[in-house]
């Protein structure tokens, strides 16, 4: 089972904890290299060189944890998805506003196209959630996020 052998959120850093290298630490990889000697000295019919195992951690460049956005992980989705619940919200409830005074009907014996009524539809809630994310793009790009690109944000 190797469920336990990462974390089920990645935190950035370094790994220092003991635990978590069980893999380098367990005899794993030593069989491991026995078997891949063995099948290669069977294929090739020639002995290796004498380091089979050379094991090296990946440099990690110099890290300040940060407590504060680790807690974030958890809670940065939930309030991305309630930053935007108050345009969804006003958005549904002007369609049923005109649902309800059936200005749909009002606007097609006028001569209004379904086409221009979705483009319009589609402009207002584009601009409320627009509003929304010219407020949020800056928080994350210079204050949560900091090292992300903002054009991925």
């Known amino acids: 089972d190797t469920t336990l052998l990462r974390e089920t959120v990645w935190t ?12 380098l630490y367990s005899g ?12 290669a000295e069977v294929i090739t019919g020639k002995s290796l060189p004498t380091p089979g195992v050379y094991l090296q951690e990946m440099p990690y460049p110099c890290f300040k ?16 998805m309630l930053s935007w619940l108050f345009s969804v919200a006003s958005t549904v409830r002007t ?17 209004l196209g379904n086409g221009v009524l979705s483009a319009s539809w589609f402009a207002s809630g584009f601009s409320l959630f627009f509003v929304s994310v010219l ?17 991925i944000i």
């Open 65 to 80: 944890r940060d407590s504060y956005t680790k807690s974030l992980i958890g809670v940065l989705p939930l309030a991305m």
């Open 12 to 23: 950035p850093g370094p790994e220092r904890r003991l635990w978590k290298r069980r893999y």
């Open 135 to 151: 407020f949020i793009t800056p928080i994350l790009t210079y204050g949560i996020l900091s090292h992300t690109n903002i054009i």
């Open 28 to 39: 794993f990889v030593f069989i491991q290299d026995m078997m891949e000697r063995a099948v």
């Open 95 to 111: 369609i049923v506003r005109e649902k309800e005074s059936r200005m749909k009907e009002v606007l097609k014996m006028m001569g």
